[in-house]
């Protein structure tokens, strides 16, 4: 049974940092993309960040760019988020994600998903 799990969200200023975790389970996952998802109220799904298992390709949102930095642990088969520099505009929930198609821009094509972690940016 897959599981993705996340961890890592909660509370903060405007400025301030935090760490996502997403710790993955039940397979192999040497050939998929990692992804960072995040939903606000009232807006859709938006793509995050995104790393490849194998290789250790990263990709970014303009709206993330310079501030948030995505990497993986293989040993501990985890994917991190790291946020620095919050913003009110980054309040939503987190997800963490698999995707087998390599398109790892759109979240049709993942696979399996996180339950979310919310994170909240105060001004």
């Known amino acids: 049974q897959v599981q993705l799990v996340e961890s890592g969200g909660g509370l903060v200023q405007a400025g301030d940092s935090l760490r996502l975790s997403c710790a993955a389970s039940g397979r192999t996952f040497s050939n998929y993309v990692m992804g960072w998802f995040r939903q606000a109220p009232g807006k859709e799904r938006e793509f995050v960040a995104a790393?490849?298992?194998?290789?250790?390709?990263?990709y970014y949102a303009d709206s993330v760019k310079g501030r948030f930095t995505i990497s993986r642990d293989n040993g501990k088969n985890t994917v991190y988020l790291q946020m620095n520099s919050l913003k009110p505009d980054d309040t939503a929930v987190y997800y963490c994600?698999?995707?087998?198609?390599?398109?790892?821009?759109?979240?049709?094509?993942?696979?399996?998903w996180g339950q979310g972690t919310q994170v909240t940016v105060s001004s």
């Open positions: 994600a698999a995707d087998s198609s390599g398109r790892y821009y759109f979240s049709l094509n993942y696979d399996y």
């Open positions: 790393i490849r298992w194998s290789g250790g390709r990263t």
